[in-house]
């Protein structure tokens, strides 16, 4: 057969298209985008198209370049599923240093595993993953895969740049939907804004960029999504679950989740609803009432992790969870929930982007995929209490580092209310410690220590609380700069009240505490709480510097030293003042009562980028302070 001359060149044309297209060679990567890269994204298309409310196509090709092991994260491919979300098909291709293909992959190559397994109630939630099985850097992974979502409610993000070292060469975003589909959207950090075209039949959205340089890791960053790029979609109609509703902000989206997802899932068996009333009958205080019906909830349930929006929105009824003694955030939070209305105390469901990062809903823009987390509000008059309902241990009314200072959604009856939780301030966030020491001339130290953790810092020690001993010892070790420590005692007391506490008492011993010679005796006087390191230097920093949580440390030790012994100097006296926070420390001698001194606090807050240095050149101080050496000699 004679092909046609024109129609030869056009498809040799079309395959060096194709092949230019597939030069995954690491060499054909631009140098200015290597710069603090681990990974480079060659090419990212992400596309949403809604073809009705219950039928939505989410699919994305992807060309990933790893050039060293902390690259690794962006090749690892995890699509979460469940009976609403389908998977299509996931293939892909795994390419070596030059572009060279070393392997394939498929489906069938993809682990699928339980996202919660052996319990009933999450039985439908998985998740499929891959990782390559790569040794040798670079390498780039192509992969492409569809999934089909049966609802309209929460489409994905685009994030085409999701943390420190990643370099973009192309990566786009298309939304797809007929003219009768509105939406919202919000672009933060883009270079462009979108490009919207319309063929009679569909709307299309588009973003896109390109040749972007990796951030670099720089400590004490803020959130990223203060400089990131990223673009937000929200529907003003939809369907979840068989389920139609529409929103344009944040009342009206609390409304309908209220209405269709809430209402109907509190009921209790009648024994359950009984035993409370039983269990509060003599409380004649709310709040008081409302504590005992959450501690019975914590000795009761079980908490098992699925995240919000992946296990679904709608939580599980209560009448399972008093059944089974176990469920998610969601599930717990509706859970205590109920049992709180058989008390007639009124409470909120709230949803919370929870983490370290303090992250808050968007004031200005209303979509259902902010948020990770569900806890509890109850809007006693003038004491808005807040519980975390997925710990066993956490005291009523505290929330902890998870939840703190953030604005949530609460789902009331009357619409959706953006509140904010409770912040625990530098001041509130306190470590206070005193120690009473004694030390011999053999340079031998015995003495006992009681540290009270308040706020934030009420959990320290949680962990240890309910080791055994050898472990605690072990802990105490790690925690404690002193040579050949010898933990003699070791006890614990927690107060769960509205501002609990936590107090440590430890009686303890150390051979060699103190080197001597002659008539002198060396030793480090702060033993207990020094700081570990100096923050690491940033040249040129491209973000503010942040600190998100503020705390004070307050430590004094009460050492008794042999008599007849005095300072060898001046002794230390150090006292530092910035606006990110402040420091002192200091040693006094009278007769053999040597004290030390030294407190610490920093406050939570972002600070601009050009006075991050001060911030290093002051922990530097702290460290020397710190790490100060005392020399005793006897005598005059």
């Known amino acids: 057969m004679r092909i046609p001359l024109l129609t030869f060149f056009l498809l040799v044309i079309a395959n060096n298209i194709a092949m230019a297209q597939e030069n995954y060679s690491a060499a054909s990567i631009s140098k200015n985008l290597l710069p603090y890269a681990s ?10 198209e809604v073809k009705s409310l219950d039928n939505t196509i989410y699919h994305i090709k992807a060309a990933i370049t790893v050039l060293n092991k902390n690259g690794n994260d962006l090749a690892h491919i995890f699509i979460w599923h469940d009976k609403s979300i389908t998977i299509k098909y996931a293939k892909g291709v795994i390419y070596d240093e030059w572009g060279k293909k070393i392997s394939k992959f498929s489906d069938s190559d993809f682990e699928d595993v339980s996202a919660a397994n052996n319990f009933s109630l999450f039985e439908d939630s998985r998740v499929s993953h891959f990782i390559p099985s790569v040794v040798n850097y670079p390498y780039t992974i192509e992969y492409e895969y569809e999934v089909r979502m049966k609802q309209s409610l929460n489409f994905p993000n685009w994030h085409p740049n999701p943390g420190t070292g990643v370099a973009i060469e192309k990566s786009s975003y298309t939304f797809i939907c007929k003219p009768g589909f509105n939406i919202r959207y919000k672009e933060t950090n883009l270079p462009a804004k979108a490009t919207i075209s319309n063929n009679g039949s569909v709307n299309t959205y588009s973003w896109s ?21 990223s673009v937000k979609i929200a529907p003003e109609k939809f369907s979840y679950q068989g389920i139609d509703g529409s929103f344009t902000n944040w009342n009206e989206l609390g409304k309908w989740f209220y209405d269709k997802l809430l209402i109907s899932r509190d009921q209790l068996p009648e024994q359950t609803k009984s035993y409370i009333k039983e269990l509060t009958k ?75 990062n303090k992250t808050s809903m968007l004031t200005d823009f209303t979509s259902m995929d902010q948020g990770n987390h569900v806890i509890l509000c109850i809007p006693f008059k003038n004491d808005t209490t807040w519980l975390e309902c997925t710990s066993q241990k956490i005291p009523f009314g505290f929330l902890g580092d998870f939840t703190d200072d953030r604005i949530v959604i609460a789902c009331t009856p009357e619409g959706g209310k953006l509140m904010h939780t409770p912040k625990y301030s530098a001041q509130t966030n306190l470590e206070q410690r005193r120690s009473n020491f004694t030390l011999n001339e053999k340079g031998e130290l015995t003495g006992d220590m009681e540290t009270v953790f308040k706020g934030i810092q009420y959990d320290s020690r949680e962990s240890l609380i309910y080791t055994s001993k050898i472990e605690k010892i072990k802990a105490l070790n790690n925690l404690y700069p002193i040579n050949n420590l010898e933990v003699e005692s070791i006890s614990f007391k927690q107060d769960k009240s509205s501002q609990p506490a936590t107090t440590e008492y430890l009686k303890l011993s150390a051979r060699d505490y103190a080197s001597g010679d002659a008539n002198k005796l060396y030793f480090q006087v702060n033993s207990v709480n020094r700081a570990g390191h100096t923050p690491r230097e940033v040249s040129n920093r491209q973000t503010n510097f942040y600190i998100n949580e503020g705390f004070t440390d307050d430590d004094e030790i009460n050492y008794t030293i042999p008599a007849g012994y005095h300072l060898e100097k001046i002794p230390l006296n150090v006292n530092i003042n910035k606006p990110f926070g402040n420091y002192s420390a200091r040693i006094s001698l009278k007769g053999d009562k040597l004290v030390y001194s030294r407190k610490m606090q920093l406050i939570d807050g972002t600070y601009d980028k050009t006075t991050y240095q001060d911030f290093v050149d002051f922990y530097q101080k702290v460290v020397d302070a710190d790490n100060y050496s005392i020399t005793l000699v006897k005598g005059n």
Not at 39 to 48: A, F, L
Not at 320 to 326: E, R, S, T
């Open 282 to 356: 003599d409380i004649a205080d709310p709040k008081l009432k409302a504590k005992k019906i959450y501690e019975y909830m914590q000795q009761k349930t079980h908490y098992i992790s699925i995240q919000i929006g992946i296990g679904g929105y709608q939580p599980f009824k209560a009448e399972d969870v008093d059944k089974l003694n176990y469920g998610d955030c969601k599930a717990l939070v509706n859970y205590t929930q109920a049992l709180l209305k058989v008390a007639d105390i009124p409470s909120y469901y709230c949803m919370v982007e929870a983490g370290g």
């Open 39 to 48: 990974s480079i994204v060659r090419n990212k298309e992400e596309t949403i």
């Open 209 to 229: 960029i390109s040749n972007v340089k990796a951030f670099k890791d720089e400590p004490y960053s803020p959130n990223a999504y203060t400089y990131a790029s």
